[in-house]
């Protein structure tokens, strides 16, 4: 089946630090792969997204490549702030009916 | 544009009773999934619905019920509540369902607890 594996943090940075969450990916086909970022009390935004291999997401600072060789969607940012400070999700859908596959979140917490 | 709105954001519930949460999508979208947030076992997908027909259920026993309405709208009912379904209840609506593109956009969650 379909899985998705991050690490879980949290993940304490200093403002203005450089950020990597990794996250690999488990699936059969080409999914479409997502981040996605939860703010305490709030649902799910999304963040940025992938469609095919090499395609590089970005948003907000944050990127994010899909590499298909090494099953991966790596989130990236040059210097976090402390309204960065939130749980990110890496997500995957293959499409049909299945819904999308979560990671279990990554919690990041930018210390000023 | 109007977002996802769930109602009600927080319930408070006991062991043994029901409980119906709503969900209505942003206008245009036909397709609404739910999810279920735990700290343990983090998003796990309940079902989706599209033109008021489920398409696909995840992996929760038969307690976990929903359907969707003429409107789009759509609710998901939880019966005989155990401890366990204490969650945060999440809606997700799309243009339409199937596509492995399409962003899906979330609702701000109904937090229920179970007592």
């Known amino acids: 089946g379909n899985s998705v594996t991050q690490m879980e943090g949290p993940v304490t940075l200093s403002e203005e630090a450089f950020l990597t969450i990794n996250c690999t990916y488990t699936?059969?086909?080409?999914?479409?792969l997502f981040w996605y970022v939860q703010y305490p009390g709030e649902g799910l935004q999304l963040l940025l997204k992938?469609?095919?291999?090499?395609d590089k997401g970005s948003n907000k600072g944050f990127e994010a490549t899909y590499r298909k060789e090494t099953t991966s969607f790596h989130l990236e940012k040059g210097s976090v702030q402390v309204s960065d400070s939130a749980v990110y999700f890496c997500?995957?859908?293959?499409?049909?009916?299945?819904?999308?596959?979560f990671g279990k979140g990554t919690h990041l917490i930018i210390q000023p | 544009k109007a977002g996802v709105t769930q109602t009600p954001r927080y319930l408070i519930k006991t062991r043994g009773q029901q409980v119906t949460l709503s969900c209505s999508p942003i206008?245009?979208?036909?397709?609404v999934s739910w999810y279920q947030q735990t700290p343990g076992q983090g998003l796990q997908f309940l079902f989706e619905?599209?033109?008021?027909?489920?398409?696909n259920k995840g992996n929760f026993p038969g307690r976990f019920s929903g359907r969707q309405f003429s409107n789009s709208r759509s609710e998901m009912n939880v019966s005989t509540l155990e401890l366990g379904d204490s969650a945060l209840y999440l809606c997700?609506?799309?243009?339409?369902?199937?596509?492995?593109?399409?962003?899906?956009?979330f609702g701000q969650g109904t937090r229920l607890t179970v007592v």
């Open positions: 997700a609506s799309s243009l339409r369902p199937g596509q492995k593109n399409t962003e899906a956009f």
């Open positions: 699936a059969t086909g080409y999914p479409s």
């Open positions: 992938a469609t095919k291999a090499d």
């Open positions: 997500a995957l859908s293959r499409g049909g009916a299945d819904g999308l596959t």
């Open positions: 206008s245009g979208h036909r397709s």
């Open positions: 619905y599209f033109s008021e027909t489920q398409r």
